[in-house]
């Protein structure tokens, strides 16, 4: 764990070493838990919104999009649900002055059970070699049944108190539980409060006042008051899907993990309005088809789950998340809820308008049913950073930092590197450039050892880089190093943008999630 810790540090600071992520407002010593992303990151950022955008709209003839505004009519987060319940319960530590979500203690309390069971399980299996049944032992070793006995008497209680809204019981099971703050390691708590993860503005500013407005707390809403404008203009026929990106707003009680839990962020939200009675049907689809675009980025099979949720919104009727193997654990990157009609059923209720659609073959009008599919861009661009990151010791003793990110998703396909600045090299460069240009994001470099700047490609990802020397002169070919396995082969420019072209395009990725 404390290695895995150390290799999140590493990410953070190589993050702002090579302008992925700077902290906000930086000279002004920050703003917490919002991030900017630089030269690199913008890149990154930007071919992750491109490689989900694309396999939602291209890949699927019945999945439009659109771009909704940020502020929407204030009534819209009451009929969405959220003025009254968008809340963490939240918990202060009277010592430190640390605030935390209760529900997060706790469930980080049970994650300690896993991972004694877990340790039990991975010595056995030291000790016992190949003859070692893991099955037969989890279900039979007194110490493994005892934690999981401990962790479930602790899971179901926790997500009774959830159920049922109790706050004092959250409190007490802190309390029994002995969780103390890790800053000061006392267990001086306070009552735990719900707090609203909204934040307003006002818009306006005549005599007779102004409105207070909210800034989304997700992009869905607008995906809903627009529904029948999509669904009219657009002659879609149910089943069909709404995606959006755009920027959401949660005033986050706790964010001290990077940009995995800020209060300014991005997300990628597709609604798919079915007909009543088929959306687990869709559910189940859905599910299979978003863990395959994310299995698709080849960042490791091993490293996703499913999460089925314990306590499902007061508007779903099945959730699950989608986990990545973080170096904090494996955490949440992407919602799948079926969410009924609530939210349009809601929105006809507080607007007075008609939301329903006459579906042609039943002939029949009716109010479509929801299922979600809710990713986060920064989520995403963490999960495949720190796959990514990869140190690696050399054959002459000497450490690389590479990050092995998919080719398509690298902020720069190619650099062109002359072997020096004079003999006519850094103009056929320039050439070479001028021709790969409109195809693929290059980078020149002229400066240090070749050595040097293999590195410095390699630290941001560049999954290829092209050498011009003598020889090029004489015969038009080049030098092309492969990232990560080094390799480095002589090519014809006249083939570099089919070899490279084909490697990185986000044709070859999308290909992939239509198999
Ligand atoms: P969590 O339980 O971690 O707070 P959530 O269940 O509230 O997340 P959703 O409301 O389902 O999250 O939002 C959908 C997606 O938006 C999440 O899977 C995540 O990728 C992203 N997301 C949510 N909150 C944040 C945040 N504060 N910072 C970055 N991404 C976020």
Redesign the pocket.
Known sequence: MAQQEDVFKKLVSHSKEYGFVFQSSEIYDGLS?VYDYGQNGVELKNNIKKYWWESMTLLNENVVGIDSAIFMHPTIWKASGHVDAFN?PLIDNKDSKKRYRADVLIEDQIAKFDDKINKEVEKAAKKYGDAFDEAQYRSTNPRVLEHAAKREELHTRFAKALNDNNLDDLRQIILDYDIVCPISGTKNWTEVRQFNLMFSTEMGSTSDGSMKVYLR??TAQGIFVNYLNVQKTGRMKIPFGIAQIGK?F?N?IV?RQF?????E???M?MQFFVRPGEELEWFKKWKETRLKWHKALGLGDQKYRFHDHEKLAHYANAAT??EFEMPFGF?????I?SRTNFDLSSHEKYSGKKLQYFDPETKESYVPYVIET???????FLSVLSAAYTEEVLENGETRVVLKLPAALAPIKVAVMPLTKKDGFPEKARQIIDDLKFDLKCQYDEKDSIGKRYRRQDAIGTPFCVTVDHQTLEDNTVTLRYRDTMEQERVGIADLKNIICDQVSMKTLLKKVAE
Not at 331 to 335: A, D, L, N, P
Not at 374 to 380: A, E, K, L, N, T
Request: no cysteine; proline share 3%; hydrophobic share 40%.
């Open positions: 838990a963490d707390p997700e959401a949660r986050e964010a940009i995995f839990r800020m209060r962020f991005e997300q939200e998340d989608i955490k949440e990157v992407e919602g809820h809710s990713i986060g861009v920064d989520r995403m």
